[in-house]
């Protein structure tokens, strides 16, 4: 057996490039098809990568740390000890599932990664999809529709920009108009607005190396959330809303809940009740459910018939948004479930793209932090966002008395090309008014 060279694969969508977080092994280990080698980072998760041949470990081609394109040389495997070296022939390298008769795991039967080497000036940046364009891009292109092999790139090496995907967005027919208003008819439908002008850049950050200070390379998660965060802050004019609340009654019944039997190997939280709240503020709103899409003859409003729930969670890699497909359908114990799952699967940075794709609005809890309020950033894609403040107990004046009571505050920002202010205070109303009285899920 000839030594064999592991080039980095797309493990997701359209991704160029990875961090090595860490190696799991070292030069002069044994390795076997499928033992995890390496855990990288991508835009969006963290993945660990199996080993697509047997052998001992001979050179880690990168260190940890290190942003490695896709397609470029990340470790040598050699023979196995006692195993006799066949003719080395390094420019056309057999294919490791040919050659083993396996399959790589979570490749799939067509998906393995090839050994074969070539020069560098030859490698594109994404070979698997043809397409040069970050993962920000490709997620923009996919949210307003657009297919990114049509584009006409405009970058220095041959990328497709931002701007790109905009203009061409611009002069193609996106969405067609679907007539069916109530909840869980349809998916989806689109509504006609004006053109909107394209955003301009934000500012790039200066580095320093002023002993004094520390520079921190902006990667992997971090980046992509700043992107994304940029083109959202300069793209979607923000309006924001706030109003305080008592919670009492929210707090009484996640008590209640706590102590149910129906809820004994669940974790039950505000946040619960909260999800539910906006869920059901989104049938009596749906414009804050929807999507602002630049399409041909002027801009249009897509609006989502059903509510994958976002949920911003804080991990010690970045800010993640995974989100619960079709929230609206599930009960109070299978929405419990399926946060607890999303919050533990984002903390250990587990979350896959797929969980992060396709939201259609987002809470975020503001109050884990003791902050009372707050004006987010809308999550891309999306046109509102809403946060849930602290839970104190305050003095508050029921029925001409003042007397101690659980309070919070609920706050929002939403995107004002697509609701308008009457809009946007019914939804916090709605959803306030669940915080206080969460009887009114009953009907």
Not at 8 to 29: H, K, Y
Not at 79 to 105: F, K, Y
Not at 114 to 142: H, Q, T
């Amino acid at each position: 057996m000839s030594t064999q060279t592991f080039l980095l694969p797309d493990v997701g969508e359209g991704l160029t490039e990875a961090e090595i977080v860490s190696w799991r092994v070292a030069p002069g280990d044994e390795v076997a098809i499928n033992d995890v080698i390496v855990e990288i980072e991508t835009a969006k998760s963290i993945v660990e990568l199996p080993s697509p041949f047997a052998g001992v470990v001979g050179e880690l081609l990168a260190s940890e740390g290190d942003t490695v394109e896709v397609g470029a040389p990340i470790i040598t495997i050699g023979a196995a000890r006692g195993e006799a070296d066949a003719p080395d022939d390094s420019a056309a390298a057999p294919d490791p599932a040919e050659e083993s008769g396996s399959v790589l795991v979570g490749y799939g039967g067509g998906g393995h990664v090839s050994s074969r080497r070539r020069k560098k000036a030859e490698r594109p940046v994404a070979a698997s999809v043809g397409v040069v364009a970050k993962p920000p891009i490709r997620k923009l292109a996919k949210d307003l529709g657009v297919e990114l092999s049509s584009v006409e790139p405009s970058g220095p090496a041959g990328e497709v920009t931002r701007e790109d995907v905009v203009r061409h967005a611009s002069q193609a027919s996106v969405f067609r108009n679907i007539e069916t208003p109530e909840w869980g008819a349809v998916r989806e439908e689109t509504i006609a607005v004006p053109a909107a002008e394209p955003a301009a850049s934000a500012p790039a950050p200066r580095a320093t190396d002023d002993a004094r200070e520390e520079s921190i390379p902006v990667k992997g998660v971090r980046k992509a959330t700043a992107t994304a965060m940029t083109s959202s802050a300069y793209t979607a004019p923000h309006v924001s809303v706030w109003v305080d609340v008592d919670a009492t009654r929210t707090m009484e019944l996640v008590k209640r809940l706590k102590a149910s039997p129906d809820f004994a190997d669940t974790k039950v939280s505000p946040l619960l009740i909260m999800a539910r709240a906006v869920i059901w503020a989104v049938r009596r709103t749906p414009m804050v459910n929807a999507a602002w899409v630049d399409a041909e003859g002027g801009a249009q409003i897509r609006v989502h018939h059903y509510v994958n729930l976002g949920i911003a969670a804080a991990t010690p890699r970045g800010l993640l948004v995974p989100n619960i497909k079709d929230a609206q359908a599930l009960n109070t114990r299978e929405l419990a479930r399926a946060l607890e799952k999303l919050t533990l699967t984002a903390r250990e940075g587990k979350t896959s793209p797929e969980d992060q794709r396709g939201g259609t609005i987002t809470i975020t809890n503001i109050g884990v932090f003791g902050v009372d309020a707050g004006t987010p950033i809308i999550n891309p894609g999306e046109v509102g966002i809403v946060a849930l403040g602290a839970i104190r107990q305050k003095p508050w004046v029921v029925d001409g008395e003042v007397r101690p009571r659980w309070v919070t505050t609920v706050s929002g920002s939403f995107d004002h090309r697509v609701v308008d202010g009457d809009g946007i205070s019914r939804f916090i109303a709605d959803v306030a008014s669940v915080l206080e009285e969460p009887a009114l899920l009953l009907d």
